[in-house]
């Protein structure tokens, strides 16, 4: 079992900056793959970006060039540092962590609101 808790959302203007935070209960290095995801009203939840635990970063072109994950193993804390926002982020982003053995288990965040508003 683990449990993550998604903290740093909030109300930003557009062309500002937030930097999203995911701590979990266990060593990173427990999970495969951590990463964000993100729901906006009305639609489905979408891929944001991932990390996996040799570092290699994988991004939505959505957000490519202005968003980076980053993970702090010493906290078992995965970051998303998100600049130059735009309203279409707005969005409540989910934190994910993947195990892929020796059984895959998926675990979420309760999740966090980004408003990117004027």
């Known amino acids: 079992q683990a449990h993550l808790v998604e903290s740093g959302g909030g109300l930003v203007q557009p062309g500002g900056s937030l930097r999203l935070s995911c701590t979990a209960s266990?060593?990173?290095?427990?999970?495969?793959?951590m990463g964000w995801y993100r729901q906006a009203p009305g639609k489905q939840r979408e891929f944001v970006a991932t990390?996996?635990?040799?570092?290699?970063?994988y991004y939505a072109d959505s957000v490519q060039g202005r968003f980076t994950i980053s993970r702090d193993n010493a906290k078992n804390t995965v970051h998303l540092q998100m600049n130059s926002l735009k309203p279409e982020d707005t969005a409540v982003y989910y934190c994910?962590?993947?195990?892929?053995?020796?059984?895959?288990?998926?675990?979420w965040g309760q999740g966090t609101q980004v408003t990117v508003s004027s």
């Open positions: 990390i996996t635990r040799t570092s290699t970063t």
């Open positions: 266990r060593s990173l290095f427990s999970f495969n793959v």
């Open positions: 994910n962590a993947l195990e892929l053995s020796p059984t895959r288990l998926e675990y």
